[in-house]
């Protein structure tokens, strides 16, 4: 009976170290970090993003068709090719992506070499034109912490105008037609291997 009692109380601990750590795994009520995140790029996000408006895609097609549009920036990592994939047959992935994007492949790693992220700020005030108010919008897939990190990115370089769009591609492309897009031009000359991905 003694044992019977122990492993009941285990059991009953267990379960409540199971709803201790629910909200880490759920799609609500993910916390913030205080800095950049380091885990995996894919799982669950906060709903959140500390100076940056969460839009979803009516919001984003309100505002790329008002009168301010906005810098579109699409940080998702590219197609890998399969391991099994045929020797001799031509690799030609296509990225779909939201019209009028520009694709900085992986520009929410994290680490992300001081290089890169250099290019990803001087590159962010060209295309803003060093208007750090005006509107941004960064992306990848949905449940894609790379979008966070980048968007986050720019929250602390002093840029207000930021939008995070957490829904991605995949929200966009329910209701609205994607682009096969390539990547940017200046991003990819100055490409090189991430450290730790």
């Known amino acids: 009976m003694r044992a019977t009692l122990i492993g009941r109380l285990a059991a009953a601990l267990a379960a409540v170290g199971c709803l201790a750590a629910a909200p880490a795994d759920s799609p609500v009520n993910v916390p913030e970090p205080e800095g950049l995140y380091a885990g995996p790029p894919k799982g669950y ?4 993003l500390k100076g940056a408006a969460v839009i979803n895609a009516e919001k984003l097609a309100a ?8 810098v579109l920036i699409d940080v998702a990592a590219p197609d890998r090719k399969p391991s099994n994939f045929p020797e001799g047959r031509l690799w030609l992935p296509v990225h779909p992506s939201i019209p009028g994007s520009v694709w900085m492949p992986e ?3 994290e680490p992300l070499a001081p290089a890169r992220e250099s290019l990803f700020y001087a ?3 060209e295309l803003t034109g060093g208007n750090r108010t005006k509107p941004v919008v960064v992306f990848c897939h949905v449940e894609c ?3 966070w990190n980048a968007a986050k990115r720019l929250v602390r370089k002093g840029y207000t105008g930021i939008r995070w769009f957490p829904e991605g591609v995949e929200g966009w492309q329910e209701t609205h037609e994607t682009t ?3 990547e940017d031009p200046a991003w990819k000359a100055a490409a090189e291997p991430q450290a730790g991905r």
Request: glycine share 12%; no cysteine; proline share 12%.
């Open 63 to 70: 505002l790329m068709a008002g009168p301010d549009k906005p």
């Open 180 to 182: 096969a897009l390539r």
């Open 145 to 147: 912490w790379g979008s």
């Open 107 to 109: 520009a929410g790693a």
């Open 123 to 125: 590159r962010v005030a």
């Open 45 to 48: 996000t906060p709903q959140t």
